[in-house]
């Protein structure tokens, strides 16, 4: 008897089931205001340098900040301006600008006495509160990069402290690490203070919404678990992100808004005394009376009878292989095990790198900075309603081989439309970025059902932690748009194209029972990788808690 047969008697949609489902999807809703508040935390609003309150003629003044061509269009330059005390000397002399002076033949010097921002779209951001503009400039993309290798940092070790400390405290303690963090970059007095607390915000980022889906994957099951793994966790993050513009709307600076995403996190606290720990897991450790007891909780909450014994039989019951710890290293061990782990990391790294890429671009289509973050976020509520039809009648191998395949295509081909059909290059990137994020979500789910219990959350976080680096080279693929328009779109549909072969040689999940053991997940049928010659009859499954 494995552990969906042993907690049957439960049904999947009961009191319990709905509780841990619905407390466990409000518990991602912070990672969506997170993921993309950067989007308004570190824009750039317009600028230019700072005119001292000098003796200066009307006409001077106007004209003291040079005009610059930018895509096209005249704008004030944002950087320098004509040199003070020369135009200080022309205007009481009475020159005329344009008139008398040709502007052009004027010296230029930097903003000795700092910008003025415009304050049309925002109040005030990262950028203008620390001038991280000009000279500085290259700091506003960096404060993004250091989010993203806190994510990636976050992803590696939550994983491992998951399955070896358990599901709930991991949760919990990632959630604290987001809400106390974002409230304590309200306070930061330098750039340097504020992306330190950035990066220890970054580790709690992705770090929860891994330990909530673990958590909740392994609690549900059947029909309910995957529809918790596809629809449930990722419409909690839409709904995350579609909050954030509003909330972004109406509170125009930096700090008023870091605390409107921070604070409300609080009421989260409670859900303590309420979400249990993962049977599976407590299992996994051989504390079968901890296990029993929730799941007798359960019953009561559901009305139904419980069995005497209830886990007796289980194959996750206490055995002294169970008490082995697993680590990032037992990913690589095995040969099936080390293919399937590098297979997930590339396909993943693809998903992620597109994923983003494709959000941030798309972000650009509105000159309206919350309407543009908005479209991005309604794109992914159809794209998540389709992961989880694809997940409950669909192969999973077909499905993620499907999506990179379709997500790829409209990328090929935006370059070959003439610039006058920018509204279809527009619909083409809105489909592939559907695509890409069905995917995406496809992922998650996939990768919790191919790994047993003992490394399920260590696999989550180590293809999580990859997936990661896909992000962090977002803005340096974007900007390759500066060698070739089209070279970002080329890159990405090639990447896919070669992930899309590679996850031919995954293992099938599709309504098989979650692998309690290493030698379950060696049982898993897949086609065999022509790269890999190595016997795979030879290595040992009877063993599963000596290194293999």
């Known amino acids: 008897m494995d552990y969906a047969d042993a907690v049957a008697f439960l049904g999947q949609w009961g009191c319990f089931q709905q509780t841990i489902f619905f407390l466990l999807c409000a518990s991602i809703m912070p990672n969506g205001f997170g993921a993309f508040s950067l989007v308004f935390l570190a824009d750039t609003p317009s600028h230019h340098c700072v005119v001292p309150d000098i003796n200066l003629t009307e006409d001077w003044r106007e004209n003291i900040i040079p005009i610059t061509v930018v895509n096209g269009k005249q704008e004030l330059s944002s950087c320098s301006r004509y040199r ?58 960096f404060t993004s990069t250091v989010f993203f290798v806190g994510v990636l940092f976050g992803s590696f070790f939550s994983g491992s402290l998951s399955d070896r400390y358990g599901r709930k405290p991991i949760l919990f303690a990632t959630m604290a690490t987001q809400t106390i963090f974002t409230f304590a970059q309200v306070f930061s007095k330098s750039w340097i203070v504020f992306v330190i607390l950035l990066f220890i915000n970054g580790l709690g980022q992705i770090s929860n919404y891994v330990a909530a889906l673990v958590l909740g994957a392994e609690v549900l099951t059947g029909n309910m678990r995957v529809l918790y793994s596809s629809l449930g966790t990722n419409l909690g993050f839409a709904i995350g992100y579609m909050i954030l513009p509003l909330f972004a709307y109406f509170l125009r600076d930096w700090k008023s808004l870091l605390l409107a995403l921070s604070v409300p996190c609080l009421i989260y606290t409670p859900l303590w005394w309420v979400l249990p720990e993962s049977p599976r897991w407590l299992l996994s450790q051989g504390r079968v009376e901890e296990a029993d007891a929730i799941v007798r909780k359960a019953a009561k909450w559901n009305k139904v009878q419980a069995p005497r014994v209830i886990f007796e039989d289980c194959s996750i019951k206490k055995t002294k292989t169970q008490k082995k710890q697993y680590t990032v290293l037992d990913l690589f061990r095995h040969n099936s095990i080390r293919s399937t782990t590098l297979l997930l990391c590339l396909v993943f790294f693809t998903l992620t790198a597109a994923y ?17 973050c908005f479209i991005s976020a309604v794109v992914e509520v159809p794209a998540y309603f389709s992961s989880w039809i694809a997940l409950r009648y669909l192969p999973r191998r077909l499905s993620v081989i499907g999506t990179l395949i379709l997500g790829a295509i409209p990328l090929f081909l935006i370059q070959l439309l003439p610039e006058y059909l920018s509204s279809l290059s527009l619909v083409l990137e809105m489909v592939s970025k559907y695509t890409i ?7 998650f789910a996939y990768t919790t059902e191919l790994y047993p219990t003992v490394l399920r959350n260590t696999a989550t976080g180590m293809t999580t932690t990859v997936s990661r680096m896909g992000s962090c080279i977002t803005p340096f693929l974007l900007s390759l748009s500066a060698y070739f328009k089209y070279l970002p779109y080329i890159t990405l549909g090639t990447l896919c194209v070669v992930s899309a072969f590679a996850a031919l040689f995954l293992p099938e999940s599709f309504k098989r029972p979650l692998p309690e053991t290493i030698q379950q997940m060696h049982e898993r049928e897949r086609l065999k990788c022509p790269c890999i010659t190595r016997d795979e009859t030879s290595a040992p499954v009877e063993l599963p808690d000596s290194p293999v």
């Open 437 to 443: 994020t069905t995917g995406f979500s496809l992922m």
């Open 356 to 372: 983003y890429s494709l959000s941030y671009n798309t972000s650009q289509l509105h000159a309206d900075p919350y309407i543009s």
């Open 84 to 141: 003070l005390d020369v135009v200080r000397n022309l205007s009481a002399q009475g020159y005329i600008p344009r008139k008398d002076i040709n502007l052009t033949d004027l010296e230029q010097e930097g903003c000795m006495d700092g910008w003025s921002y415009s304050k049309d779209v925002y109040q005030s951001t990262v950028v203008s509160q620390f001038d991280l503009v000009c000279s500085e400039q290259w700091k506003q993309p």
